[in-house]
């Protein structure tokens, strides 16, 4: 059972697809469903739910800006995995993603994109982590209810009675990568490498899953010295 996790959806399109993902919610046990400005009406989509209606009636509904507001872990989806020229979407697999929402005793939610162009580099960004699902084909595209059902199955295969940690405030992630970015100005850092090396620290910190105490330890080395730096100009 997955009940600290939650799936919430962009810009849903196919009442059919939303029904589908209900059921899985509750064949699953996940904790709710979120719709990020649905285009159809809850109604329409209860025909597909089966017993999953009682989800599907729940359903929340959110901006994106709140589900990243309210959630301390947010996992992003993708059928385009990145590389060296876009780590934002640089991905983990489905297995990795049930280790590490074992290792956190916070919220956690699966992020899906829109039926049809799925999630734009920007929503990745903000995500803490990116996966995808390698189908051993160049098509990798799925429906974002056969998506959700192999990554909930595999999550729920991989994840492990591990010992929890709470998870670290996006607001102290995101100080740690601005200053890192601030370190790399002040000492020099080539200009067109920065935003790759802020891209590729919250992978690192995303996966790693730090404690507060290592994150404050490694920000308090980046803050002492910027200062440093900051004298000798």
């Not at 719709?35 to 959110?62: Q, V, W």
């Not at 959630?71 to 991905?91: A, H, Y």
């Not at 039926?115 to 995808?132: A, F, H, R």
């Not at 998506?147 to 995101?174: C, D, G, H, N, Q």
Request: charged share 25%; with cysteine.
């Amino acid at each position: 059972m997955l009940r600290k996790l939650s799936l919430a959806v962009v810009e849903p399109t196919y009442p059919v697809n939303i029904g589908h993902l209900a059921r899985l919610a509750k064949n699953f046990g996940l904790h709710s469903l979120i719709l990020i400005e649905p285009s159809f009406k809850i109604e329409e989509a209860l025909p597909y739910a089966s017993h999953g209606a009682d989800i599907l009636r729940n359903a929340k509904a959110m901006s994106l800006k709140e589900v990243f507001e309210r959630f301390e872990l947010v996992i992003g989806t993708t059928s385009i995995p990145g590389g060296s020229r876009n780590i934002k979407r640089d991905v983990i697999s489905p297995e990795d993603a049930g280790k590490r929402i074992s290792e956190t005793s916070g919220s956690v939610c699966i992020l899906l994109g829109r039926e049809t162009t799925g999630l734009t580099n920007k929503e990745l960004e903000l995500c803490d982590l990116v996966i995808s699902i390698p189908t051993g084909t160049t098509y990798r595209t799925l429906n974002i209810s056969h998506a959700a059902a192999i990554i909930l199955y595999i999550i729920y295969k991989s994840s492990s009675r591990k010992v929890k940690k709470a998870e670290v405030p996006r607001t102290m992630k995101a100080l740690l990568l601005d200053s890192a970015v601030e370190l790399a100005e002040l000492s020099g850092f080539p200009k067109y490498k920065v935003g790759m090396l802020r891209d590729s620290l919250k992978m690192l910190v995303g996966r790693g899953n730090p404690t507060h105490r290592e994150l404050s330890l490694i920000l308090g080395l980046l803050r002492k010295a910027i200062l440093a730096l900051k004298r000798r100009g």
